[in-house]
């Protein structure tokens, strides 16, 4: 893909003009370790299923992990930079933007938001650096739409809390040194609800295997996670966080990560179709000259440019503090849905070559397919909306009530 | 509809924290305007194909006709605040925020921007109080895409001007006070330009017939004018527009206002809506509870916000001076194509009351079919916007070259 | 719209090639029908809310009016036949499609399903000649999604029924002479059923209102109906009729129809963008030579001709008695779900002149709305099928358990 | 996935009562053969990009090479049985469905409509048997979609033919015992055209080497293919080709075969999104009591039953011999782009497992990209089915003349 395409894409709508100097310096900084450290070796991990492990205190010294946390060695930089952050990452590839929402937006929150200050000053900092890397327990086998169905229990034995459980879907698990577990707790006192532990990987009892057979986001790891009698000390617990409120907190964290980072999946595929579409001749003039690949660049541009602006208004409600998750769905929902229908539209005009690896758009493609779901799918998200617009929950049958 | 239901609409996302209190106060005045004086009757005059010309007087004493200008009587509003007040009206009537367009963007704009201090003079007070009705002459008969093929023609004949041809689908003719015509000019020297001339309608040879049969903006006018020897004095030319950039920069100032404009009609048909959503029961429970109902008003709400996003982002381009035609096109393409969709889905909400005049949305399905034509075609904003990403015009066959 | 193009449109597929001579002549007569005496008026009717109660007796002598029922002067038609016949007719207006569904497909048909002999003996042969004009009151103003929750009762007095409750989107109960009334009956031993009467439109308590400021189908009448009182001879029931299968086997006869009919509107939309981009020119070409317009006439036409293979083959499933509810709930929703896109592409294609009376297309997509919303929405088809596959009824949160 | 889902999905529209008895039984032969000989090793195959070469003689003893050819060891079927076994072993894997129509469909066919006797008797038994494999050397590194930009060239030279140029995306050239092999050949008499050549894959100068990095049919082979001063007999030459008309009769057979094939992976990927709905529970229920899920399924339900009416339609036209390159082109547009829809949805309902090998949706998904830019892009066939309805060519800006 030229340079043209990409200037291009970032210039038409003049969305530089929204941001301060600040927030095109992580911009500036994020594209650079995307393009240097990533891009080169995406297409090879991608098919030899490698995470590269080596890149995460890259990430760290950049300052992108937890970079909008203050303190403990995070950047504290605003909601806005880190998106800008995230959506450069994800243009080279969603594992690893994805690892940077596992890391700073799901585990390290977690600690940030709930966390003792001595379970902050521990993990944090290091974390932080990338020395250490985090992962967050929530999803369990029977299905991430409903965390309320939670099986995984956490019961008191003396000093101690047990831990009995599996998740499933964790990302990074099998490589972290800390987990975020959330489990349906019961107290000394009798009293249960569901809270957050955090689990040095090497407890006894923790196992995670990655999942294998994935066809998306192949150049990351997702992992299940077994908790079997997991022994861990009365402060393992996270003191600040009773309820799904708590882990609800870190996903929308995720999400609006999400919001930004599809976007750079797009942008990426869009990029490449612009390319090829202003170089690839075909019957005696570039393809980028016939009307019907000029009509779906088009599309696929004012999707791109809305999304990047949604994003935006989001991140500037978020710098406001007046987020709310329902607009938070709307932007998850969208980006997603949106980035997949223009790596689709990409891909129709690469033609041929366009299902190798000589462009991004087939990985792309595939690793939406991930991000499509995790986080909430499309459904959950119009329904968490549509419940704002109606008043009504319609999750399932039983929700309408 | 219930009020509710446009609280919601409008609340949801926050849109209004990213407006001044000028802006608030300009759509508020509109959203009374559109809400007293256009609902009540609006579909009375749809089904009687009537434009109750009394309402002029009306909106120029509102300050809503040329109020992006400044001076000569006009308001001096900034672009979004012109947005606001186009998305207000065309909530109730695309009829109405037509006329406003059409006197405003296109009429005085082409006097303000091209005219001579005496015909500024002359003209923009009486048409900024609505005591003078405007109009602009650019479509002929043989198509709207492409006024290159103008044939209308003036010429100079001692000290006058001698116009000659025809033009199709001018709104406001038959009552219009004054038109600006634009022709193929031969002047006294045999050189030859697109020019614009102002022509007072009770000029011999002017003649201006009322488009019948129209399914669409039947609350609005829009006639055939033919020109048959129209003579102006020399000084009925604007001086200051030669070529077709002339009337392409009044057209640019009329998209934008579709630009917004449309996002109200959407507005109108998303409250419908999800207002019959909330009350309407069957199955023993409100419609609204139904996920593909939700669905649907989770989908129609996403598009307008987008679009409502995108119409404020070129609102303050436009205020920075920096807003370019592509990127005009991009606005008009997405936001007439969105509201249509989102009236066929909140159309397929209503059921059946929902094809009666009881909501507001069948009008506005069939007002934005001429609004989806008029200022451009969906095909030519995506070619418009194809000629920026790629570099290579591909309008016709012959423009690829 | 050119021969040339209904010629193209109708060769392409050679579908004729899967009718019978029978079937062929059929149609030619219905597309006689249609192009002679519905399509010079049908403009000046739609806009003048006109229905042209003298084509009643025309429909009836050309053999259209019950022409799939065998004996009582009906014309013992084929399913596909029947289906051509409703193709042909709603190529000029749903409103005339219509009006044969609801005298042949549902009044006529109650009576040949459900009447005794002497009913079937008095009505079918002056329903099938049009010298009577029959309704089916069936939809309540509650919704007509959940026949269910039917209010209008009918309960026994010595030797009459009296029927009591209010019915509403009743085609042609203004000016029907006998009207088929379903009511929740209490006979006189106590047993309740919902049963269908035969009820003379000049019985004494029954009043039918048209519904007033329609913006569809406005060339035909659909009624608000009022029974105070109605007293009937105890042999004006419905012998052969028990419970809601009874109406809803008529409802699937009208549905069979539309699956055929609203493709008939689709093909009129096609014919008239088709035979658009083959003469309007612009930028020195037609149309038609621009592949984004080549493009959406190439998606028309896939969907109309996919449609029409579906439509025939529900067809020739119900000739050979196997036609199943879940199909005819597929063919309902396909039929007229693409033939509204149909309608708004071809719209998008004819550009200014389109939004006149000069092309059918605003007028069909006005009336397909009504046609999407009657005999079941696209949701409650898609549960149909969508209960059919997974075993489970998802109408309304209720029905999942 | 549940076999329950698959007899569904086959059952609803009973359209095996549309099948004669012998067709019947290929299908069956080959969804048996599907299911035993491909599924189980198809994941690992996919992963692994393994071509598995040991199926080919199966597939010959089963009778599925060449299987619609008369004599020559060829089972003669109808193009109804061919098309059904496409459909089932796509239902596998594209790339098995692409072998088929690779060896059968151009190799075989090229050989039997347009070779000598003694060519036919030399190869067409021993590929029906698969002993020999075939491929079909058209598509050159500039494009496929304009054959007409041929650089390979055949020059006499005394009684040879000598072959130079170079083909790309050629399906199995680098396994082939023969290659066709077509070039703008210039006879000994000066007159040039284009014919097509049989080239056993030993041939000096005769290079094929697989394209690496591929994301989609991996299970299959692709190649790059040079020719470099090949000499064959004068003989090899095929006798009964010159001109295009050659190489595009032998692409109409192979995108018949697509037509079905295609619907045969949206069955899969329908399947396998429905076996989900019905046991996966979230929530408490399964995912298919959803009203969101349930509308996902019936759409992709209804796109899947008319692919293939139209496949089925499309057969009895090439049975009774009146099939045009139109028509199949509709047929191939529209079975890809909704089987690649189809494909989509499903995977939207599998959630977090569907994005492993558990489930073959995203393998489908993947090679569909593939068959949609083989044999011709969606452009393509929009604009051959768009020169049909407009008489106008618009594949270029030079076409439009």
Chains 1, 2, 3, 4 share one sequence.
């Not at 617009?389 to 399932?396: H, P, R």
Request: proline share 3%; aromatic share 6%; hydrophobic share 40%.
């Amino acid at each position: 893909m030229s340079t043209d395409s990409a200037l291009i894409v970032d210039t038409v709508f003049d969305l530089d003009a929204l941001l301060t100097e600040e927030e095109r310096g992580w911009q500036q900084k994020a594209r650079a370790f995307a393009t240097e450290r990533i891009l080169p070796v995406i297409e090879d991990d991608f098919e030899n299923k490698h995470f590269r492990r080596e890149l995460v205190a890259e990430l760290g010294a950049a300052g992108f992990l937890g970079m909008h946390l203050q303190g403990y060695g995070c950047a504290g930089a605003g909601a806005v930079a880190y998106g800008l952050v995230c959506l450069e990452l994800e243009s080279a590839d969603s594992g690893w933007r994805t690892f940077v929402s596992v890391q700073g937006s799901l585990a390290m929150s977690a600690i940030y938001k709930h966390g003792s200050e001595e379970q902050k000053q521990h993990w944090l900092p290091r974390m932080a650096t990338g020395e250490a890397i985090g992962c967050f327990g929530l999803t369990e086998p029977s299905g991430g739409s409903d965390p309320a169905a939670m099986t995984t229990t956490a019961r008191r034995d003396g000093e101690e809390w047990v831990l009995d459980g599996a998740k499933r879907w964790i990302g990074l698990a099998s490589i972290a040194d800390v987990a975020v577990i959330w489990a349906k707790a019961t107290d000394s006192d009798g009293s249960t609800a569901v809270r957050g532990f955090v689990v040095p990987t090497d407890t006894d009892g923790f196992t995670a295997t990655p999942i294998d057979g994935k066809l998306s986001m192949r150049a990351s790891i997702q992992c299940d996670v077994t908790l079997e009698g997991v022994r861990l000390p009365v402060d393992a617990v996270l003191p600040g966080a009773r309820g799904l409120s708590g882990p609800f907190s870190c996903l929308n964290e995720a999400r609006y990560g999400i919001v930004w980072g599809a976007m750079g999946a797009a942008r990426s595929c869009l990029e490449a179709a612009l390319g090829r579409a202003r170089t690839r001749e075909v019957f005696g003039e570039p393809i980028g000259a016939r009307q019907l690949v000029q009509g779906k660049l088009a599309d696929m541009f004012v999707e791109y440019e809305k999304g990047v602006l949604l994003a935006l208004h989001l991140g500037r409600l978020k710098e406001r503090g007046t987020l709310t998750p329902a607009q938070i769905s709307v932007g998850k929902l969208n980006s997603v849905r949106e980035a997949l229908h223009i790596a689709h539209e990409a891909r129709s005009i690469l033609a041929g070559d366009g299902i190798t690896s000589a462009f991004p758009v087939m990985r792309h493609m595939a690793n939406l397919e991930s991000v499509r779901t995790y986080e909430g799918t499309d459904e959950i998200h119009q329904l968490v909306l549509g419940r704002e617009l109606t008043g009504i929950a319609a999750f399932s049958s039983a929700s309408v009530a």
